[in-house]
């Protein structure tokens, strides 16, 4: 099962409205999925990644978040950039070391942004800070599914 990932403020493939951005305020859109609560054990977990494989230097890092409750089916606009958030999520550093949410924020032309979510078999024992790398090799044979949305950015 390839599960679903949508976001109320734009369409997959669509521009993010720079709000979202750093032109913007620089808050995480909010996101949903689609998920059967059968597919997650009760000691199971969320993890999501959002990167820009557009940027000069490498595939850009805006959010590492994981240890998302299995009964999460969606996040809120504006995550706080925090290390650990109420539901007992961590968030992990982002490529300009910050924890938390950044948004788009290409130096020209038109970049893709994915969002992916990955439901897990376990909750990872990993600290807050924790980079995209770290998070992909922790998650190594614990992926249940996953899904993403894909954006669009372009700097005015």
């Known amino acids: 099962m390839v599960m ?16 979202y951005s750093c032109e913007g305020s620089n808050i995480s859109p909010p996101l949903n999925w689609n998920l059967s609560r059968l597919l997650i ?40 950039p925090r290390e650990q958030l109420e539901n007992g999520a961590k968030q992990g550093a982002n490529s300009w070391g910050n924890i ?9 032309g038109t970049h893709r942004y994915y969002f992916k979510v990955y439901v897990l078999d ?3 024992d990993l600290p807050a800070g924790t980079t995209k790398g770290e998070l992909l090799k922790a998650m190594e044979n614990h992926v249940l599914d996953e899904g993403q949305l894909r954006g669009t950015y372009t700097r005015k």
């Open 4 to 19: 679903k990932v949508s976001s109320t403020a734009f369409d997959d493939g669509q521009p993010i409205p720079p709000k």
């Open 41 to 80: 054990p009760d000691e199971g977990s969320m993890a999501i990644i959002c990167d820009d494989p557009d940027a000069p230097g490498g595939t850009w890092i805006h959010w590492v978040i994981f240890n998302l409750p299995p009964e999460t089916s969606s996040l809120p606009e504006m995550v706080m």
């Open 122 to 124: 376990t909750k990872l």
């Open 100 to 108: 938390g949410y950044s948004g788009p924020c290409p130096p020209s």
